[in-house]
């Protein structure tokens, strides 16, 4: 990475791809599992990844000024965000790594060509944002989609591994057409060799 733009490009493409790695080789039923005490399935964390880049980049692609204001009812707009934490019987992971995918293009094409010293506006009418900020830079804005994506593969990675027992290297292997030397996939019936 020869500069900035380039390290926030790399690690943004490189957050997104765990998710296609952490859903590798699961049905529609897996991927809607809730398999631990939490309510969160990796279909539901796909579509909230999906959800929150959308969102943060629309403030990107809009700023200095801020995106069109949602006119809707805020009741009606937090029970948009609640669905977006959950895969629902109608949605398919293969629908929901389509919509991650074109997403993922649209930030890397922003991360790419936005003004990085741009101002986002905060919006003050949304009670999880801070109303003593009033802008962020975009910098700070894709520094925090890459939080935002890290931090989810990782609630990813504890449910894969509570649904079946792969982990995150042998599923990127898997993923990427590898076989690990010494070790049998988990999620095709197998179990680790020693």
């Given amino acids: 990475m020869a500069d900035e733009r380039s390290a926030l490009r790399e690690f943004l493409e490189f957050h997104q791809s765990a998710y296609f790695a952490v859903s590798y080789g699961l049905t529609d039923e897996q991927a809607r599992s809730t398999p631990s005490v939490s309510a969160l399935s990796i279909?539901?964390?796909i579509k909230h990844a999906t959800g929150m880049q959308r969102s943060w980049m629309a403030?990107?692609?809009a700023a200095p000024d801020a995106p069109p204001k949602d006119t809707?009812?805020?009741e009606q707009i937090a029970s948009e965000?609640?669905?977006q934490h959950v895969m629902r019987p109608d949605e398919t992971l293969d629908g929901l790594l389509r919509a991650f995918r074109e997403q993922n293009a649209a930030t890397?094409?922003?991360a790419e060509t936005a003004?990085?010293?741009a101002a986002v506006p905060v919006p003050q009418d949304i009670p999880w944002f801070p109303k003593d900020q009033k802008a962020w830079s975009v910098r700070w804005v894709i520094l925090h989609v890459i939080n935002e994506l890290a931090r989810h593969a990782g609630h990813a990675d504890i449910i894969r591994e509570t649904i079946d027992g792969?982990?995150?290297y042998e599923l990127i292997a898997g993923l990427e057409g590898w076989e690990i030397q010494g070790w049998v996939q988990p999620w095709k019936g197998g179990?680790?060799?020693s």
């Fill in 108 to 110: 890397l094409r922003l």
């Fill in 191 to 193: 179990a680790r060799s």
């Fill in 115 to 117: 003004d990085l010293d």
């Fill in 59 to 61: 403030r990107v692609a």
């Fill in 43 to 45: 279909g539901g964390l």
């Fill in 166 to 168: 792969a982990t995150m």
């Fill in 81 to 83: 965000f609640a669905d």
């Fill in 72 to 74: 809707r009812p805020f």
